[in-house]
Nanobody, 120 residues
């Protein structure tokens, strides 16, 4: 079983920045893709950004393109989301997701979520 632990959420003013981190842990596993999703109250969970751990290919939600940057530290099996020029509509619970495989099976794991609030 692969566990994901997120950190770095909080309160930011419009135009401000926050950096989210998500560390994967477990026994004998490899991660192929790591992603950040977000879910605002009353709305569906949306894919914000995703990155492949080997080729470092990235993809972003249109509304965050140019403001958010996803990156990974493959050795530490950690994914980051640098969020700049934050807007009130970025307010949501942000979830980390990792897809990969262990010695015996593939996995698709989620973090517990971290709240991001953008408000003046």
């Amino acid at each position: 079983q692969v566990q994901l632990v997120e950190s770095g959420g909080g309160l930011a003013q419009p135009g401000g920045s926050l950096r989210l981190s998500c560390a994967a842990s477990g026994n004998s596993f490899n991660v192929a893709v790591m992603s950040w999703y977000r879910q605002a109250p009353g709305k569906e969970r949306d894919l914000v950004a995703t990155i492949t751990t080997q080729q470092k290919q990235t993809k972003y939600l249109d509304s965050v393109q140019g403001r958010f940057t996803i990156s990974t530290d493959s050795a530490r099996k950690t994914v980051y989301l640098q969020m700049d020029n934050l807007k009130p509509e970025d307010t949501a619970v942000y979830y980390c997701n990792a897809i990969g495989w262990t010695d015996v099976r593939p996995f698709n794991s989620w973090g517990q979520g971290t709240q991001v609030t953008v408000s003046s």
